[in-house]
């Protein structure tokens, strides 16, 4: 069974177009994350949430909403992409979000934008 | 600013010798530390978490330790293997919780 799961994929679109990446976790973590992986496969942080709401929010375009239908899922929606929006993104998850949880990730997005 | 640094981005090894890696930061008092590993295409995978008061953490082949004065964690794969190729990742939580990873150094191992 796969611990975190993300679709799609891949993913290439064109700019200006609003497209949507889904996350589930079946661990029964409560904390879910956001996270972006450019070409220098530098992983930062986007967003977190813990019991759907939004603890963590990193400087990050309005463009880029999440959102928490429920603690097991956690999804992301990007309008009006840019070329600059390419990148791989990586869903994950933690138990309670405390300060020695290690995280458990998806296996990632590759977002093209073109 | 907070900073994690990986000295370097590429070490190639040959089979059977000791990979030792390097993450060093500034600006964080963390209370414990964590490696993780990263295949191509895939997913960090977390490997080791080391507390504060803990100067040294193994599993199976690897030894991880962890410096609060220096400020560094040292990261070793002792009789490395092929398998071991990979790009490994050391990461640090601020006190808001924000877990931030380092750039990371890929490791190959030649047989």
């Known amino acids: 069974d796969t611990a975190v799961s993300q679709t799609p994929k891949y993913l290439v679109t064109q700019m200006g177009n609003d497209k949507s990446i889904k996350c589930e976790q079946n661990?029964?973590?409560?904390?879910m994350y956001w996270y972006k992986q450019d070409s220098k496969k530098f992983l930062k942080i986007m967003f977190s949430?813990?019991?759907?709401?939004?603890?963590i929010n990193e400087t990050v375009p309005n463009r880029f909403s999440p959102k928490s239908p429920d603690k097991a899922h956690l999804n992301l929606h990007i309008n009006s992409l840019e070329l600059g929006d390419s990148a791989v993104y990586f869903c994950?998850?933690?138990?309670?979000?405390?300060?020695?949880?290690?995280?458990?990730f998806g296996n990632g997005t590759r977002l093209t934008v073109t | 600013s907070q900073k994690i640094e990986q000295n370097s981005e590429a070490l190639n090894i040959q089979e059977g010798k000791t990979a030792t890696l390097t993450c060093n930061y500034t600006?964080?008092?963390?209370?414990?530390l964590q490696w993780y590993r990263q295949d191509p295409g895939r997913g960090p995978v977390f490997l080791l978490l080391i507390r504060e008061n803990e100067k040294e953490k193994r599993k199976e082949r690897l030894k991880v330790t962890f410096d609060t004065t220096l400020k560094q964690s040292l990261f070793h794969i002792t009789a490395s293997q092929p398998a071991d190729s990979a790009t490994y990742l050391c990461?640090?939580?601020?006190?808001?919780?924000?877990?931030?990873f380092g750039a990371g150094t890929t490791v190959t191992v030649r047989a």
């Open positions: 949430y813990n019991n759907k709401e939004l603890i």
């Open positions: 661990l029964g973590h409560d904390t």
């Open positions: 994950a998850s933690s138990q309670q979000g405390g300060i020695n949880s290690p995280l458990h």
């Open positions: 600006n964080y008092s963390p209370a414990y």
């Open positions: 990461a640090l939580r601020s006190n808001d919780y924000k877990l931030s």
